[in-house]
Nanobody, 119 residues
Framework: QVQLVQSGGGLVQAGGSLRLSCVAS????????MGWFRQAAGKEREFVAR????????DYADSVKGRFTISRDNAKNTVYLQMNSLKPEDTAVYYCAVRERARSLYNYWGQGTQVTVSS
């Protein structure tokens, strides 16, 4: 299994920045990629960004391109989501998730952390 522990988040004014962290432990050698998702109140969970563990390539949702950056610290098995130029519509519970190799779905999830952007 892979365990994920998130930190960061909180309340920020529009235009501000926050950084989320996600530390992975356990069967980290089995990870294919790690992603960030978010779920706003009353809405479905949506993809935000992901980083492929081998090679480090990244993907972003169109809504966050140019504002959010996913990065990692291999030595710490930690992935970060730097969120800049935050907007009220970024308000959501953010989750990190891991997909293991040979799996089509993300099968391990962090506990979630609230990000609230005030206007």
């Amino acid at each position: 299994q892979v365990q994920l522990v998130q930190s960061g988040g909180g309340l920020v004014q529009a235009g501000g920045s926050l950084r989320l962290s996600c530390v992975a432990s356990g069967r980290t050698f089995s990870m294919s990629d790690m992603g960030w998702f978010r779920q706003a109140a009353g809405k479905e969970r949506e993809f935000v960004a992901r980083m492929w563990w081998s090679g480090g390539s990244t993907d972003y949702a169109d809504s966050v391109k140019g504002r959010f950056t996913i990065s990692r610290d291999n030595a710490k098995n930690t992935v970060y989501l730097q969120m800049n130029s935050l907007k009220p519509e970024d308000t959501a519970v953010y989750y990190c998730a891991v997909r293991e190799r040979a799996r089509s779905l993300y099968n391990y999830w962090g506990q979630g952390t609230q990000v609230t952007v005030s206007s």
